[in-house]
Antibody, heavy 115, light 107 residues
Framework: QVQLQESGPGLVRPSETLSLTCTVS????????WSWIRQPPGKGLEWIGY???????NYNPSLKSRVTISVDTSKNQFSLRLSSVTAADTAFYYC?????????WGQGTLVTVSS | DIQMTQSPSSLSASVGDRVTITCRAS??????LKWYQQKPGKAPNLLIY???TLQSGVPSRFSGSGSGTDFTLTISSLQPEDFATYYC?????????FGQGTRLEIK
């Protein structure tokens, strides 16, 4: 059974960079696409982007200038970096397997942007 | 971007009721339409993909239909565990987009 687990700081200062890692267990990351999706508290879901294990990426244009998704196949992990954060970036961040059919998700991690 | 609009935004219903949620896309998504169920504090759970194919392990009281721009999710007989928020999502083109959600509450 594939499992995903997000990790990273729960508090980020405004204008700084949010960094999260998703660790995949129960299967190799060297297949499939891997995605990041976020959800502000009490609000809807927003797709951030995805990466293929080879490194090719596709980002939401609304975030593209600030987002980097990378993959480390040796560690079975992929990561999210979101620069120049503001309070509007406060959300639950989920990692998920796939590029559109999301069966496997992490439990989500709340990242709060605040000074 | 393809905008996904769900209706209603919230719905009150009773156990045993038949419930239908609709999702309209701003342009055709063919059948690249999914439905998710989300409970408080949990990640979304995929119910339906390909607009009408039931994901493995999902009870048969859930069904999906539609193609192009208009889609529906039907729950044939509500069970207590079905009270949650439901989202549609298109993957026909990027950026992948979700509906705003339909909150299903107990009457």
């Amino acid at each position: 059974q594939v499992q995903l687990q997000e990790s990273g700081p729960g508090l980020v200062r405004p204008s700084e960079t949010l960094s999260l890692t998703c660790t995949v267990s129960g299967g190799s990351i060297s297949t499939y696409y891997w995605s990041w999706i976020r959800q502000p508290p009490g609000k809807g879901l927003e797709w951030i982007g995805y990466i293929y294990y080879s490194g090719s990426t596709n980002y939401n244009p609304s975030l593209k200038s600030r987002v980097t998704i990378s993959v480390d196949t040796s560690k079975n992990q992929f990561s999210l970096r979101l620069s120049s954060v503001t309070a509007a970036d406060t959300a639950f961040y989920y990692c998920a397997r796939g590029s559109g059919d999301y069966v496997y998700w992490g439990q989500g991690t709340l990242v709060t942007v605040s000074s | 971007d393809i905008q996904m609009t769900q209706s209603p935004s919230s719905l009150s219903a009773s156990v045993g009721d038949r419930v239908t949620i609709t999702c309209r896309a701003s342009q055709s998504t063919s059948n690249f339409l999914k439905w998710y169920q989300q409970k408080p504090g949990k990640a979304p759970n995929l119910l339906i993909y390909g607009a009408s194919t039931l994901q493995s392990g999902v009870p048969s009281r859930f069904s999906g239909s539609g193609s192009g721009t208009d889609f529906t999710l039907t729950i044939s007989s509500l069970q207590p565990e079905d009270f949650a928020t439901y989202y549609c999502q298109q993957s026909y083109s990027t950026p992948i987009t979700f509906g705003q959600g339909t909150r299903l509450e107990i009457k």
